[in-house]
């Protein structure tokens, strides 16, 4: 026997190394929406399509299928920005016009605003529920449990010490118990030596956990005469410091040559080449980390929800890599990913007389400037945490030894926060770094958070990638917009126990498209797409179809009172999905996206 079901919803909520397991993850899982549908003429509601064949307005609407190749261009700067008052509360009810923003020191006009808070859709799924229960799905059993938010937890296992990965896993251990059934988790290591997908499945993660050590790609168990830190090595190789180079080189005379002063030229030479491998080796280290940080960010960008990445990392050093932390803020911020940090060092202080594993220096004095060095170092490492989450707004934890506190906030996205966008003005296409700065004209006293800065494009944006772009963010997103007349209907039929069809609906009331009026008919172009996830959140199948329109005035006005419908179907199996509908027209550029969770029993 077959079995039928049908429902209508408006959810409101708006190195080649190891590296290269974690991006053949993202590719073989990153959508492809191959259109799936068997039925794919666009066709008129049931009133319009009584018409004599010689009238019926489907002669002057046509649809196509198609593969969409979806690329990441940028046409605007966007700023996340978060507010927090003297005791470190988030202040979510300011106007634009307390902001200010400036681009190389130079004030920008900032034309797009929103002042969004985080966490709400449930609240308002459960209210439109409640207002329309004649809306909830036919389906027998409870509605399907959608997942709402994900979160990716990046252990930095190439940084990591054993000792600190340690407790940083005990405390992921603890804090995992306390994610929710909405949550998805997964757990990804810089090395590439874990990989687990986001999943509700606690057993696997706490297994994830347990099979992360630590991963160093290079200069394992090697003691390096001088013993060059990546830090001094900048000094002495990119900023042409002296003082580093001379005391590397006072290193080098005694541990090389016995502290003979007729040396000191070889010893030179000698700290010079330490300096430049150190600098090639641990340069290696610090862009696989960030390959992989974006390789995590693309994966989570096709997340249908909230979406969080959390580094823990004790921090590691990135001069001359600006470009690829800036990318990696560019993605996270065109996605909605919220990058967090969690430094994994907890409170962090130098031991008294250096570190012990290293060599001492031949001196007293050189021992005060190796330990201001190792000092300087410390902090530098933190940098690029603070930087990546200040450039998402996403939180930073650092010196404190609480790292089950430290987990609870990082793992919390700021309850409010704002997003600015502006078109920089006469800008040069030539991939040069721009400084940001976000201000508040408020006399109170208020902290802002924002990323520090941007990469100009190297070519203008293409306006039809553009458009593109725009379709596949909203895809990935749970976020409802409702720009465009459209009505999302799901039907289900079964045909087996074991097979089912899920015919996805989009109803378009034409008349109130703003048209284009070329030759006497009204022009416009609709694309619409429609995408399936799983129960985990994860993409199955997606269809795309093209509709063009060349309507004439009288078919407008008379033939089309109830507008067109468009359906595309999917082949699946009992379970429960949600389906994403996403429609754009190109002449008003107008978009609108909707959601409904489906259970075929």
């Known amino acids: 026997m077959s ?21 053949v993850l993202w590719f073989f899982q990153r959508p492809s929406l191959v259109a799936q549908s068997a039925q794919t003429t666009a066709a008129p509601a049931p009133a319009a ?53 400036f681009d190389n020191r130079k004030p920008q006009v900032i034309t797009q605003f929103s002042a969004e808070q985080s966490g709400t859709q449930v609240a308002r799924e459960q209210k439109k529920n409640d207002e329309n229960p004649g809306e909830k799905s036919a389906a027998p059993g409870p509605p399907p449990a959608v997942p709402e938010r994900y979160i990716a937890y990046l252990f930095d296992d190439v940084h990591l010490k054993f000792g ?50 630590p991963r160093p790609i ?24 002296p003082q580093a180079l001379q005391v590397m080189t006072q290193e080098a005379l005694s541990c090389a040559f016995e502290g003979n002063a007729r040396f000191t030229q070889a010893a030179q030479t000698l700290a010079q080449s330490t300096a430049a491998q150190v600098i090639s080796e641990s340069e290696v280290e610090s862009r696989d980390c960030l390959t992989v940080l974006n390789n995590v960010i693309r994966r989570i960008s096709v997340m249908p929800g909230q979406r969080s990445v959390i580094l823990i990392s004790p921090g590691f050093l990135t001069p001359q890599l600006e470009f690829e932390y800036s990318d990696a803020i ?90 600015l966008g502006f078109s920089p003005q006469n800008l040069k296409l030539d991939g040069s770094f721009h400084s940001l700065k976000v201000t508040l004209k408020s006399s109170e006293k208020l902290g802002v958070q924002a990323r520090r800065g941007y990469f100009a494009p190297k070519h203008a ?95 407008l006005a008379n033939k089309l009172n109830s507008g067109i419908t468009l359906k595309q179907s999917f082949d699946v199996t009992p379970g429960s999905y949600l389906v994403r509908l996403v429609v754009r027209d190109a002449e008003a550029q107008l978009l609108s996206a909707e959601n409904d969770a489906v259970r075929i029993p």
Not at 346 to 370: C, F, K, Q, T
């Open 3 to 23: 079995t039928r079901g049908a429902g209508k919803r408006k959810l409101s909520g708006r190195r080649l190394r190891p590296c290269l397991l974690l991006l």
């Open 49 to 101: 399509s009584s018409q004599p064949a010689a009238n019926n307005p489907a002669a002057e609407i046509s649809s196509h299928d198609e593969t969409p190749a979806f690329k990441v261009n940028v046409n605007l700067v966007l700023v996340r920005v978060v507010v927090r008052d003297s005791k470190g509360r988030v202040i979510g009810n300011l106007p634009k016009e307390d902001f200010q923003l």
């Open 218 to 241: 290079t200069s394992i168990g090697i003691t390096q005469c001088p013993d060059v830190s990546y830090y001094v090595a900048d000094l002495i190789a990119n900023q042409r410091d």
């Open 461 to 555: 944006a293409d306006p039809s990638q553009q458009a593109k772009q725009e379709i596949e963010d909203a895809l990935f997103s749970q976020e409802e917009v409702h720009d465009l007349p459209v009505e999302l209907h799901t039907q289900f039929f079964k045909s087996t126990q074991a097979d089912a069809k899920l015919t996805v609906l989009a109803h378009v009331d034409v008349r109130r498209l703003r048209f284009r009026k070329v030759d006497g008919r009204n022009n416009d172009e609709l694309t619409v797409v429609s995408a399936l996830f799983n129960g985990n959140g994860n993409f199955l199948q997606g269809s795309q179809k093209t509709v063009t329109m060349r309507i004439k005035d009288d078919t």
């Open 330 to 419: 560019d993605r996270a911020l065109h996605a909605q990913v919220v990058v967090s940090a969690l430094d994994a060092r907890g409170l962090y202080a130098m031991p008294p007389g250096g570190d012990i594993s290293r060599p001492g220096p031949p001196n007293v004095a050189l021992a005060g400037l190796e330990s201001q060095y190792a000092t300087l170092e410390a902090s530098a490492s933190s940098d690029i945490l603070a930087i990546l989450a200040d450039g998402t707004g996403g939180s930073f934890f650092q010196n404190s030894n609480d790292l089950d506190e430290g987990f609870r906030r990082v793992a919390s996205t700021p309850e409010y926060f704002y997003v």
């Open 164 to 213: 600190d990965l340690a407790q940083v896993r005990d405390a992921a251990l603890r804090h995992f118990a306390s994610l929710r059934p909405t949550d998805r988790a997964a757990v990804y290591s810089t090395s590439g030596q874990t990989v687990l997908d986001f999943t509700d499945d606690r057993a696997q993660l706490h297994d994830a956990l347990l099979h992360l050590q």
